[in-house]
């Protein structure tokens, strides 16, 4: 299983980001993103299920959307209207559910909001 994660850069705040994270290797029940700001711990961005049904944090909802290409097994992130409190290393995950519940991660991308 790999998760190849893409799209992170420097943006201006109230800019505009897209991230897209390409997953093989298996078909994912849930996908989603995570992210972590130095000093901090790993918090949830948003996440998707297989039938489309998403969850958000409250700090990116109505900011962020969280989309998949079951197709092409992609996960996707569009962060509009940015801060630079979203600045953080955004992490692509992904869970399998077959009686217990197995996790993976890809490597993180950078994300930088300029104020």
């Known amino acids: 299983v790999q998760l190849q994660a893409s799209g992170g850069g420097l943006v201006q705040a109230g800019g505009s980001l897209r991230l897209s994270c390409a997953a093989s290797?298996?078909?994912?029940?849930?996908m989603g993103w995570y992210r972590q700001a130095p000093g901090k711990e790993r918090e949830l961005v948003a996440t998707?299920?297989?039938?489309?049904?998403?969850n958000y944090a409250g700090a990116v909802k109505g900011r962020f959307t969280i989309s998949r290409d079951n197709a092409n097994n992609t996960v996707y992130l569009q962060m509009d209207s940015v801060k630079p409190e979203d600045t953080a290393v955004y992490y692509c995950?992904?869970?399998?559910?077959?009686?217990?519940?197995?996790?993976?991660w890809g490597k993180g991308t950078q994300v930088t909001v300029s104020s």
């Open positions: 290797g298996s078909i994912f029940n849930t």
């Open positions: 998707i299920s297989k039938d489309g049904t998403t």
């Open positions: 995950n992904a869970k399998i559910y077959t009686g217990v519940t197995v996790t993976y």
